[in-house]
Nanobody, 126 residues
Framework: QVQLVESGGGLVQAGGSLRLSCAPS????????MGWFRQVPGKEREFVAA????????YYADSVKGRFTISRVNAENTVYLQMNALKPEDTAVYYC???????????????????WGQGTQVTVSP
């Protein structure tokens, strides 16, 4: 079992920045594809960003492209989501996710990911 612990959420004004962190409990983290998803009440959990195990490839939702950056430091067992130019519509609970398998056509799909964190709230005020 892999536990994922997110941190870094909070309240920020529109145009501001936040950095989310996710620290998996298992050292084999370096072999996992890692992703970030978000969810607002009454809506489906949606893909935000993902990064392959090596960090060589990254993927983004169109709504965050150019504003968010996903990165990982395997030596620190941590994945980050840097969020800049935040908008009120970015308000959501953000979830870290880990995938032990890989299929390129599923990287933006929840079904690829085996493990999920508890989520961290991000609130962007107008």
């Amino acid at each position: 079992q892999v536990q994922l612990v997110e941190s870094g959420g909070g309240l920020v004004q529109a145009g501001g920045s936040l950095r989310l962190s996710c620290a998996p409990s298992r050292r084999t983290f370096s072999t996992y594809t890692m992703g970030w998803f978000r969810q607002v009440p009454g809506k489906e959990r949606e893909f935000v960003a993902a990064i392959t195990w090596s960090g060589g490839s990254t993927y983004y939702a169109d709504s965050v492209k150019g504003r968010f950056t996903i990165s990982r430091v395997n030596a620190e067992n941590t994945v980050y989501l840097q969020m800049n130019a935040l908008k009120p519509e970015d308000t959501a609970v953000y979830y870290c996710a880990a995938a032990t398998g890989w299929r390129a056509d599923y990287v933006k799909d929840k079904v690829l990911y085996n493990y999920w964190g508890q989520g961290t709230q991000v609130t962007v005020s107008p």
